[in-house]
């Protein structure tokens, strides 16, 4: 369990950041799910549930979601479902149970980059922005690349596009961390392949993407992308899979989201 010396809920995102970078040890509270695994020492949490940012809107370009959207409200709403299909819903429904995904925050979940995130490679295959108070606003894609720095992340847009989606992920158990997910999308002939849980974070195929954009849809093609797949991206071992299964995996499931957007 992490201790606090003390909380603070600050009324602006301007005051929530001062306060964040008053002391190195200062830190945001999201839900505190993860948080509460490790022994940190906090010297101030900063606590957002003050900022209004648990919401999801729309306007003709974008939907939004605020950083203190939880899982659960992503996996029910509307506006993600009519927008996107069952994409996101389908990226956090298996973790752990209702309870936990009342809790857990997408904005923790983005900023954290944490390699195994179920929902960080299904939002990677779609046109997904982040909004940081610092770092403004930027894609997820250059995010993900960015190196470490302190930061409030605010929101995330994804643009309406109406692209196919699908993801799909291995795990042991059901409710262990995956060994591997994927997710693939389809806009007009674009594709976009994203494999995460490698263990490393979730990163897009760019070559395979680009040949399956670019080549006629046909069986030998589709063969023939996610061997691409499989060798431009790295894989590591850990105590839950082997790199070798691991690529072999990425192949099987990036094959069964292809055909899924197809
Ligand atoms: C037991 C357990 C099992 C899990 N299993 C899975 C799984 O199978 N698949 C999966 O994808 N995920 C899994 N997760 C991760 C989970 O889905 C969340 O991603 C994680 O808990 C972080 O969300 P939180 O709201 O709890 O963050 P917190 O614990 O509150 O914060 C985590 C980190 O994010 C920082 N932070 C919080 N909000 C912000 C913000 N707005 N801006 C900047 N920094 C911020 C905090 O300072 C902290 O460093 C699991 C987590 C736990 C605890």
Redesign the pocket.
Known sequence: MFTVIDIVQPNTVEEAYSILNKRKTN???????????GKKRIGTGVE?SNLNLDYIKEDKEYVEIG?MTT?RTLETNSIIKDNFGKILEDSVKD??GIQFRN???V???V??K?G????IVALLSLDTEVELYKGGRISLEEFLDRDYEK???IKVYIKKENKNASYKSLRNAKS???ILNVSVSKYGNKFKLCVGARPQKATVAKKASEFLSNNEINESNIDRAIEMASEELTFGSNMRASKDYRKAMSKVLLKRAIMEVI
């Open positions: 830190q945001v509270i999201g839900g505190s799910a993860f948080l509460r695994m957002l950083s899982f973790i752990i809790v857990v925050t904005g923790a979940t900023f954290s944490y195994f995130s179920d929902l930061d409030l992340l262990d961390y995956p």
